[in-house]
Every structure is written in structure tokens, then in C-alpha cells.
């Protein structure tokens, strides 16, 4: 476990709410394969601690915050003294220690790296041979572990350990100067094992097939149209159009204007439930507890179309009088914890998805879903599709290339009037306030019945 007697690391209340100390330690390596060589190998670790305190002063939190590449006891009492000059130097009495293992079948940090460059090679290979018109494969290779540590001034002591690992492949496909690209990554939070059944050759070969695709699909035309997303697009839609809006910090502030004062009001249709369950086996956005020490739960933000809660952090939670429900995460030791999504999705409803299609005269069925970005101050976004079919009286007819789609997240998701009992995920890394966390997010097949679909005028 990551440092030593709980009672050096507590730290002292002196004129404060709350307070916390956070060690990390972790490890990575990474390989990076283009053009059938290896261009990029590396391997770090790191640990250190920071310390914590929240003082509240009326609707305002202050926070007192300090960090050291150094997880001893001596850089604790340090932080302690800076933060709280003259403070005692024990914290509170700890209750015994809990710890959550990783789920980790292989430890990648056992697997030579030989091992992990031939899977690089095979992937190159298995896309290059689905057509001589694979131009390029950038194959990336990816895991990490992390170690935790809490000790807080509720008495916790709680060590987490978790590990991921992942492999992004994009393939250049080219004929007559067209370029097009197609992308798939494999990841989750397991070790090695995640490879054992081809995994990152199915994805390559997946990904070839989608670039090679293109060659020989239209451009989309850009109007507005009923789009569909099927559950294997994955759930960006619902990330960028209302995770980042229902992160209660955004609301707080003003910068989440559409859902400011919201909470028990309607703000989707009845059928759309939306949950951020942090205890999902296996998802990159899982965890036990929180980094702030706080044990994960699933929590409902909409239910039955009702905004029914936010995504907090001890020190937004403390601003409105309210425990946190276990969304303050951080990058590392060295950032605060701020309220971020973990594993956020759609619930799935009771349509039939192949009836969903079906009953579409007109429209974009969209199976791949590519980068997205939002304005959480409008609600605007903007999301690129990466594979997108033209659906004609209920039919899929033809693929079509360098759609996106544009739209106003409270609208769009006011607008869906169908839900499909399926759901699929996807992975990712969430950016916000320069820090980096992994998450998942998921959906089933839903249907929106006008969106604006960016293309070619023509």
C-alpha cells in the first residue's frame, strides 16, 4: 500500500470543513506502430500526494490545496504546514483500511514487450491485407496502472488499485488521390487478457474495411433530417450533448444555463432515463470509490424524463449542503477533484430497434460515431459521424462519407421519439479544465426526428 501509518498523512480540520490526503502511484507504457515500423516506445512512473482542505463561508468553498512528487509522511507534514500554519499535525483516528483490487487477469506490466510490438505487427498485417489500397496503419498500444490512496477527516482509509489497457487502430485507405480513414480502438479496465480472443485484429480489420468503404461512398447531404443512432454508434451523443451540461459544477457557475433551477422539472420524454454508474464491471470510467473517498453508486440523473440530480464533488456538494454522490475525480495527485462523468448512458427502452429503421421514410442512420465537442454554456454541438447510411422507406440503401451532425443538446434530446431495448458503448478520454480521465459511455438505438446533418450542398 502506498505510504505508511494512516495517522502521518491525516489531515488537520483547524479552521476547515474538510480535509484529505490523496497518493498516487502509477505506472504506463505505450508503442506506437506507422508504416509497418515502430516508431514510439515508452514506459514511466510516477508517484507523489497532494492535501486538501474545504472551508465554507456562507454559498462560497473555499479550497486549500498543495501537492509533492513524494508520498512520504515528511512531504505530508510539509503540505500541512504551508496549507495550515501552526495546525496540529495528527488528523483524525482512521478506521481500518479497505482496499479494491484490480480486475486484472494478465498484468501488462508482465508481458515482454516483444510480446506487445508482435501485436502491433499483427495488427499492421491484418489490415494491410484486406486491399492494396490500404495506404497507412497507425497502430497504438496502450496500459496503465493506478494506485490510491485516501485518508480523509471522515475517518476513511481506502486503497484502490485498477488497470487498463487499449489499442486505437486508424487505417488510411487511397485511390485516385481520395483519402478516407477509418478508426476502432479496443479497451476496458482489464489487463493483457482483453487481446486473447483477436480483439485488436478483428478491430483492425474493422477499421480497413470502413476507410476502404468510403472510397466508394457519396458525400452526405447536409440538410435537416430525422437521424437515427444506432446502439453501435455509442453513447458520445449523450456524453457531450448532456453529460458535461449535468456536471453540477457547469450549473453552479452559470455556464449550464438550460438546466439551472431544473431539478423535478421535464426536460426529455418519458422514456429517456439517463444514469452515470460509476460500479459498471470492467468500464473504463469504473471505480470503487471516488477520489475523494466517496464509495461509487450509480446515480439517475433523469428518470422518466424528470431531472432528477447533478454530478457532484465534496466541494460542490458542500456549497448546496449536501453529501457528494461519488463524481469528484482528478487526473492525478497533482489536480483538485472536480465533478466528472464515469460511466454515463441512456437506459434502453422497449422499441425494437430493426422496427426503428423500418419506420423511417427518410433520414441518416448513423453506426459510427466519431469526435464531438459542445458548448455547455449553449448547448450547441457538433458531432463527426465516422460511418453513416442513407435509409430510404425503411431501408438501408448506401453508405455515405463526411456527414456531422450539429444540434442544441437540450433540443436534441427533448426531440427523441424512439428508444430501442439494445445498448452499446463506447470509450474514451473526457477532457475538462485540462485534466484527463477515462470514461465510458452508452446508448441504445435512438431516433431523433428532424437534425441538422452537415455535408455537401451539391
Known amino acids: 500500500m502506498i505510504g505508511g501509518d494512516a495517522a502521518g498523512y491525516g489531515p488537520s480540520l483547524t479552521g476547515a470543513d474538510y480535509g484529505e490526503a490523496f497518493l498516487e502511484e502509477w505506472r504506463w507504457s505505450t508503442a506506437r506502430l506507422e508504416d509497418g515500423a515502430v516508431r514510439d516506445i515508452g514506459a514511466s512512473s510516477e508517484r507523489g ?30 503540505l500541512r504546514e504551508k496549507l495550515s500554519p501552526g495546525a496540529a499535525g495528527r488528523g483524525p483516528a482512521f478506521r481500518a483500511a479497505r482496499s479494491a483490487g484490480a480486475s486484472c487477469r494478465l498484468d501488462p506490466a508482465t508481458v515482454p514487450l516483444e ?31 493506478k494506485d490510491t490512496r485516501v485518508l480523509n477527516s471522515d475517518g476513511a482509509d481506502l486503497f484502490q488499485s485498477r488497470v487498463s489497457t487499449n489499442m486505437t487502430v486508424s487505417v488510411v485507405a487511397e485511390r485516385d488521390g481520395m483519402l478516407q480513414t477509418g478508426f476502432e480502438v479496443v479497451g476496458a ?6 487481446f486473447d480472443d483477436e480483439a485488436a485484429l478483428r478491430a483492425a480489420r474493422r477499421a480497413a474495411a470502413r476507410a476502404l468503404a468510403k472510397l466508394d461512398a457519396p458525400k452526405a447531404k447536409a440538410g435537416e433530417m430525422a437521424v437515427i443512432l444506432a446502439a453501435s454508434a455509442g453513447g458520445t451523443f449523450i456524453h457531450e450533448a448532456i453529460g458535461h451540461s449535468l456536471e453540477v459544477d ?15 422539472k421535464t426536460v426529455a420524454p418519458e422514456t429517456i432515463t439517463v444514469v452515470d454508474d460509476p460500479t459498471l464491471p470492467f468500464q ?32 460542490t456538494a458542500l456549497r448546496e449542503g449536501r453529501p457528494s454522490n461519488g463524481h469528484g475525480r482528478r487526473e492525478s495527485f497533482a489536480a483538485r477533484p472536480i465533478p466528472r462523468m464515469s460511466n454515463l448512458y441512456i437506459a434502453p427502452g422497449s422499441d425494437d ?39 430510404e422507406n425503411g431501408k438501408v440503401t448506401y453508405l455515405v462519407r463526411d456527414a456531422n451532425l450539429l444540434g442544441v443538446g437540450p433540443e436534441a434530446l427533448r426531440s427523441i421519439d424512439r428508444v430501442g431495448w439494445d445498448i452499446g458503448w463506447g470509450i474514451g478520454v473526457c477532457g475538462k479544465e485540462g485534466q484527463n480521465v477515462a470514461v465510458s459511455d452508452g446508448q441504445p438505438t435512438i431516433r431523433m426526428p428532424k437534425l441538422v446533418v452537415g455535408g455537401s450542398h451539391d
Open 284 to 315: 473504463r470510467g469504473s471505480f470503487v470509490f471516488d477520489d475523494e473517498g466517496v464509495e461509487a453508486r450509480p446515480t439517475e440523473l433523469v428518470k422518466n424524463g424528470v431531472l432528477t440530480d447533478f454530478l457532484y464533488d465534496r466541494a
Open 353 to 391: 430497434p430493426a422496427k426503428i429503421i423500418k419506420e423511417l421514410k427518410s433520414g441518416l442512420l448513423v453506426t459510427r460515431m466519431g469526435g464531438g465537442q459542445v458548448d455547455t454554456a449553449s448547448g450547441e454541438f457538433v458531432f463527426e459521424v465516422d460511418e453513416g447510411w442513407r435509409v
Open 250 to 264: 457547469h450549473v453552479q457557475e452559470g455556464s449550464s444555463p438550460a438546466y439551472r433551477g431544473m431539478r423535478g
Open 189 to 194: 479496465q482489464r489487463g493483457y487478457e482483453i
Open 49 to 78: 500526494l497532494s492535501l486538501r482542505l474545504l472551508k465554507k463561508d456562507g454559498s462560497r468553498v473555499e479550497t486549500l490545496f498543495g501537492s509533492a512528487q513524494d508520498a512520504s509522511p515528511a512531504a505530508a507534514a510539509r
Open 115 to 145: 510480446r506487445k510490438l508482435a501485436l502491433l505487427r499483427a495488427v499492421d498485417r491484418a489490415a494491410r491485407e484486406m486491399s492494396p489500397l490500404v495506404r497507412q496503419v497507425t497502430a497504438v498500444y496502450g496500459d496503465r496502472r
